[in-house]
């Protein structure tokens, strides 16, 4: 599960048809950024600052790139030389100009070195291109007219699970409009072409994601079908590969960026329907769920997209934007649908040659169940409004199925944090409703259960199903539903958490369980902070600085245990201090501006608790050594006797 933490604009763009593009730095968190074809800008991503700029004289015909073998930047100038200089260089145009014969389409980045794209489509590393430069023989006007007539976007260097590494790239011709993926092996130098045509469907979408093994071509069409086609070695698939999904989120009518952000991970943007504004999607390529969004107010036609540690970096008009995301490795099931009971019955094993597109061969594909009997679903549900005779070996010999049902029930509620029901229509008797806490009290109404049920069945995800149900029962002041839901769902966005924390702390509730619920709950603190200032006033903060202060004092008031993020039960003191760290972030200047006496020796105690916690870490830091000896298996020094030496008193005069 990905998930958007914060967005913010990085660097205003001059003019979109003067960007080249971005690259990464020699540092971690830095990109180089081509403006303009004579601006070269190297910017820090988190703290959006300018580390270095050039402004060259000569027009750039590719971004400029950071080679890791040479230690130097590199530019190409009107796609026939080339200039390298170092981070303190001040003139580049100082720095001598490496002629070339035949045309440079494109510098490609490696971990390694860097590699020289030519306009033909070989590829040379940067130093034997250098070295190779003056024995080039090509004819001006060939190379121009060669230039003139293909553009080749998106040079990627990917390594197999072998090894072995593959240079792909896209190549359009320009009279013809027809789009390639060109595939060249940089260990074989073999090279193979796919033509990416549906007959009377436009393409409106491609990239190239890294995959587990290998690296699959993601392609999207005007008809929302989405395909994916294996680059491995001695793959024999046909471009455009096989059908996977539909794209329902984005208007596939105007054209989509899409780059792959990690392995199993491509970022889309595109306008919405209607084109009423526009959305960043992350689209996860293993599982074939969209599973998380940002929505703009306003769709710009120029947008390009990069990745760069854990940031999305979007072009968009007159604007770099960076979209800082964080990818959850344990919710696997908010990816698949959470608690998607029926799932089962859309697995069936179909051969890849027969995969269905049309939405009509479903009914015939899936099992048809409905000859089967119909059983009581409310009885076995509640075993319990039956009186069920145990067996006695006499006259009753075996327990009845309703009782191993409900011992069923038992088991499954503690190993594996749900409850079995029956599925209507579907390939198996029973299915399984998962769920991240069984402990809560009572049930959903019927009404409630029905939405949940229909979300579930329409692909909606754990977090998205808690935002609805959440929203719905705070505009409804229906507390204990919310209660309900809060124990139930343990994947809420910070944002909703905000909300539902401000309407528990407005509750008169003595017992605070709205509160603790909410608190219980785990959270990003970089992510919170901005919705907690928006949501929470100084008295909200004051009356959960007491309450927190409370749960961490008294060992008798805790929170509830429940699956968290960690895989781990919910610490009160750890949890209760990262909800001190949060507020006191997103509430400073109001808490050192605030006169209130109240407030003051609030946070007086907080201090004094704080100087505990510290002084008892300076207690046990002397116990550190002896820990690490234990862990590392090394042998304790014996002590030093002192039984060979004595002291006695003398008079020396």
């Not at 796609?79 to 001598?96: A, F, G, I, M, Q």
């Not at 020289?116 to 040379?124: A, F, I, N």
């Not at 909703?496 to 008169?508: G, T």
């Not at 919910?570 to 001190?580: D, K, M, R, S």
Request: net charge negative; with cysteine.
């Amino acid at each position: 599960m990905s998930k958007f933490l914060s967005y913010y604009n990085l660097f205003p763009i001059p003019d979109p048809k003067e960007f080249l593009g971005l690259a990464s730095d020699c540092e971690k968190g830095n990109v180089v950024t081509t403006l303009a074809r004579n601006v070269v800008v190297v910017l820090n991503i988190r703290t959006q600052k300018q580390l270095l700029s050039w402004s060259l004289p000569e027009k750039l015909s590719a971004k400029v790139i950071y080679d890791r073998n040479s230690q130097k930047y590199v530019g190409v100038f009107g796609n026939h030389s080339l200039r390298l200089w170092n981070v303190d260089t001040l003139d580049v145009t100082k720095c001598k100009k490496l002629k070339f014969q035949k045309s440079i389409a494109h510098l490609v980045e490696t971990d390694q070195e860097a590699l020289v794209l030519y306009s033909d489509g070989v590829c040379q590393t940067l130093s034997a291109a250098l070295e190779s430069r003056v024995d080039q023989k090509a004819d001006t006007a060939e190379q121009l007219a060669l230039t003139a007539a293909t553009v080749l976007t998106k040079p990627t260097v990917f390594t197999l699970a072998e090894g072995h590494q593959v240079l792909t790239y896209f190549q359009e011709k320009r009279e013809s409009g027809e789009l390639h993926l060109v595939r060249v092996s940089l260990d074989t130098s073999t090279r193979k072409e796919y033509l990416l045509q549906r007959e009377s469907i436009r393409l409106t979408g491609y990239a190239v994601i890294e995959d587990d093994v290998a690296p699959h071509l993601l392609t999207i069409w005007s008809d929302k079908r989405i395909f994916m086609l294996n680059l491995g070695e001695g793959s024999t698939e046909r471009a455009p590969g096989q059908f996977v999904s539909m794209l329902s989120h984005l208007n596939v009518e105007s054209n989509l960026s899409v780059h792959g952000v990690s392995r199993n991970f491509a970022a889309i943007y595109g306008a919405n329907h209607g084109q009423e504004g526009a959305s960043l999607l992350v689209y996860n390529t293993q599982f074939k769920v969209v599973n998380a969004k940002q929505y703009f107010k306003v769709y710009l036609e120029f947008s390009r997209l990069w990745s760069r540690d854990e940031h999305i970096l979007l072009a968009m008009g007159q604007n770099i934007a960076a979209v800082r995301y964080r990818m959850n490795r344990e919710l696997l099931v908010d990816m698949l649908g959470s608690q998607f009971n029926d799932t089962h019955m859309n697995q069936i094993t179909i051969e890849l040659d027969h995969i269905n597109e049309e939405e009509c061969l479903e009914a015939t594909i899936r099992f048809d169940n409905s000859n089967k009997p119909q059983i009581d679903h409310h009885k076995l549900d509640n075993p319990a409004i039956e009186t069920i005779a145990p067996a006695d070996k006499i006259n009753v010999p075996f327990d009845p199925p309703e009782v191993f049902q409900q011992h069923m029930n038992e088991l499954v509620k503690q190993h594996v944090h749900g409850e079995v029901r029956r599925c209507e229509n579907s390939l198996e008797d029973v299915g399984l409703t998962l769920m991240s806490n069984f402990h809560d009290d009572g049930s959903f109404t019927v009404t409630t259960q029905a939405l949940i049920r229909q979300l579930e069945k329409c692909g909606a995800g754990e977090q998205e199903i808690a935002e609805k149900l959440l929203t719905l029962f705070i505009k409804t002041d229906n507390s204990k539903q919310m209660l309900m839901c809060l124990k139930r769902y343990s994947n809420i966005s910070e944002s909703m958490l905000a909300w539902s924390l401000r309407y528990a702390l407005d509750q008169n509730d003595p017992k605070k369980k709205l509160v603790n619920a909410v608190l219980a709950t785990s959270f990003e603190p970089s992510a919170i902070e901005e919705p907690l200032r928006q949501r929470l006033e100084l008295t909200h903060v004051q009356h959960l600085l007491e309450h927190l202060y409370h749960l961490v004092v008294d060992p008798h008031l805790q929170l509830e245990e429940r699956p968290n993020r960690e895989s781990s039960v919910v610490q009160t003191e750890i949890h209760a201090l990262q909800w001190l760290g949060a507020l006191l972030t997103s509430h400073f200047t109001l808490l050192t501006i605030s006169k209130d006496e109240s407030l003051l020796e609030l946070l007086t105690n907080w201090s004094q608790q704080l100087k505990l916690y510290e002084e008892n870490i300076q207690d046990i830091e002397v116990l550190v050594p002896l820990l690490t000896n234990i862990v590392e298996r090394k042998e304790l020094k014996p002590i030093y006797s002192t039984n060979w030496y004595g002291i006695e008193e003398f008079v020396l005069y």
